[in-house]
């Protein structure tokens, strides 16, 4: 089960740090990574933390949005910095069982709406 939390409203050019709390699963034999979604538009692939803790981002993020895991607490970061209106979607994490970043997700929670105001 994944959980996400800590969307909200932000203005252009601020910050934000999403959480991901995951429980019934180990971090060390599944990739978990983020994605969003907007009304009317697709899903867009963010990041990846792979099984070995390499971290993969989407080109379109890289540079803004950074993101983390504290396997001790069974949760992952997402920090995203000089947000635009176009970063507004529910945000999602995600989890594929293979361990891979194969950006092919098999389970992921109840999103956290991120809302940025010009």
């Known amino acids: 089960q994944l959980q996400a939390s800590g969307g909200g409203l932000v203005q252009v050019g601020g910050s934000l740090t999403l959480s991901c709390a995951a429980s019934g699963f180990s971090f060390d034999d599944h990739a978990i990574g983020w994605f969003r979604q907007a009304p009317g538009k697709g899903r867009e692939e963010l990041s990846c933390?792979?099984?070995?803790?390499?971290?993969y981002y989407k080109n379109f993020v890289k540079g803004r949005f950074t993101s983390s895991s504290d396997k001790a607490k069974n949760t992952v970061y997402l920090q995203m910095n000089n947000l635009k209106p176009e970063d507004s979607a529910v945000y999602y994490c995600a989890a594929d069982d293979s361990g891979e970043c194969t950006w092919l997700w098999d389970f992921w929670g109840q999103g956290t709406q991120v809302t940025v105001s010009s």
């Open positions: 933390i792979h099984t070995d803790n390499t971290t």
